[in-house]
């Protein structure tokens, strides 16, 4: 069982940053991919960005540029920096692993972007 804790979110300005952490009791070697989703109330989840065990990143449209995922494999930790946050940013974030076709998730961490 791989369990997941993020934490790192809060309420910000728009134009401001946070970084969001993802602690994981497997490490990140082992996954296939980790990653973030979020979802915003009245919208479907919506995948954000993902590293691959090979290295591989790749980010949504809505965030490329903006937003920056990478992992500590000695730490067991996945972040994402988040810059120029917009209000449509404003979701609960969720870390996910993911191993030989079964998703793992945290409870989420919610980020809310408002003057």
């Known amino acids: 069982q791989v369990q997941l804790v993020e934490s790192g979110g809060g309420l910000v300005q728009p134009g401001g940053s946070l970084r969001l952490s993802c602690a994981t009791s497997?490490?990140?070697?082992?996954?296939?991919?980790m990653g973030w989703d979020r979802q915003a109330p009245g919208n479907e989840r919506e995948w954000v960005a993902r590293v691959t065990n090979g290295g591989r990143i790749n980010y949504a449209d809505s965030v490329k540029g903006r937003f920056i995922i990478s992992s500590d494999n000695v730490k067991n930790t996945v972040y994402l920096q988040m810059n120029t946050l917009e209000p449509e940013d404003t979701a609960t974030y969720y870390c996910?692993?993911?191993?030989?076709?079964?998703?793992?998730w945290g409870q989420g961490t919610q980020v809310t972007v408002s003057s």
């Open positions: 996910f692993f993911r191993r030989l076709g079964l998703d793992y």
């Open positions: 497997v490490s990140p070697l082992f996954a296939d991919s």
